[in-house]
């Protein structure tokens, strides 16, 4: 038997805040600002969000940024909508999203 040291794991990396490309790099910074610390965008995409009447007819919501977010204090992910020009979230369009453990 050689003595062979075994080598420690490296510590876990977070994920990186993942933009959209049809933002700008000072839009994309603003909303990585929005998410907080703990917090990271895996997806983001520019967005209209719409909303089904009970008439049949589509009313337009907002425009935005669409973003998975996965939160690591709630340990969740989240579906968000940020609305840039007004500094706001719009709504957490799923609650309760979670990895799935297939195996």
């Known amino acids: 038997f050689s003595s062979v040291k075994k080598q420690p794991h490296p510590p876990p990396r977070r994920a990186g805040n993942v933009g959209s490309l049809l933002l700008t790099p000072q839009e994309n910074d603003c909303l990585f600002g929005y998410l907080g610390r703990k917090c990271a965008t ?7 969000v719409y909303r089904a009447e009970r008439s049949g007819c589509w009313m337009k919501r907002c425009c935005g940024v669409v973003c998975l977010v996965k939160d690591n204090p709630q340990r969740s992910y989240f579906i968000r909508v940020f609305d840039i020009k007004v500094s706001r979230t719009h709504r957490s369009l799923h609650q309760n999203l979670s990895a799935a453990g297939w195996f």
């Open 42 to 48: 895996l997806c983001s995409a520019v967005v209209q």
